[in-house]
């Protein structure tokens, strides 16, 4: 299994600001996910991320919202612009296709 | 359209009781994937099994148990004498197809599990 980290693991941002989440696996992956999980519910997926590729996003999340990089095969990062309360979440990435495994999560509080 | 639903929002059981997990899912696909992760009160979700629609063997590993039932779109989950240390929120989760695109993971609400001492 791949072994990933992001950054940062948790953080508290003011309304209307952005932030940058990372994330890294340490070896080369075709396809990176993003998931939103909102306090006490399910992990929805916001979008795929494939490296050389635009991020394919899912019903409801939009790019300008949510960009999403992929500059190499063990990188990705999601960005959560123009921040409101309702975006306090966990955000969690993973990898891989038969088995995804999951990052620790970036728990994401907006004031 | 897929769908994963865990009728059981919370369970709590004594410590050694056996407990089971419920999951239905509904997809169009003949062939998919269905999953059961752990979340932990870390929160890091831990990825428990991956099973095959064409493979409906049961399978056990140690304490845990998984039931694929194709007939009635079941994929139930059994811990057996549970633990304090198996309280966690259980989702299982179904996928398309493994060619591009089909790879997400359509989630389950969970059910949170707390096994009482």
């Known amino acids: 299994s791949a072994v990933i980290s992001q950054k940062p693991s948790r953080d508290i941002c003011q309304r209307g600001t952005s932030l940058t989440i990372q994330c890294q696996v340490d070896?080369?992956?075709?396809?990176m996910f993003w998931y939103r999980q909102q306090p006490g519910q399910s992990l929805t997926l916001i979008a795929t991320a494939n490296q050389g590729s635009e991020a394919t996003y899912e019903s409801g999340f939009v790019i300008d919202k949510f960009p999403i990089s992929r500059p190499n095969l063990t990188f990705s990062t999601l960005t959560v612009s123009n921040m409101s309360p309702e975006d306090s979440s966990i955000y969690l990435c993973s990898v891989g296709r038969y088995e995804q495994f999951f990052g620790p999560g970036t728990r994401l509080t907006v004031l | 359209a897929q769908k994963v639903t865990q009728a059981q929002t919370e369970i709590s059981v004594v410590e050694k009781e056996d407990v089971t997990l419920d999951c239905v899912y509904e997809?169009?696909?003949?062939?998919?994937?269905l999953f059961w992760y752990k979340q932990p009160p870390s929160g890091e979700l831990v990825f428990l099994i991956r099973r095959n629609s064409f493979d409906e063997q049961n399978e056990i590993s140690g304490r845990y148990s998984w039931n694929f039932q194709k007939s009635t779109s079941s994929f139930n989950f059994t811990i057996t004498a549970s633990q304090v240390v198996d309280s966690a929120v259980y989702f299982c989760?179904?996928?398309?197809?493994?060619?591009?695109?089909?790879?997400?993971?359509?989630f389950g609400t969970g059910t949170r599990l707390t096994i009482i001492p």
């Open positions: 070896s080369q992956v075709t396809m």
């Open positions: 989760a179904l996928s398309g197809l493994f060619n591009f695109g089909n790879e997400k993971l359509t």
């Open positions: 997809t169009r696909d003949t062939t998919y994937y």
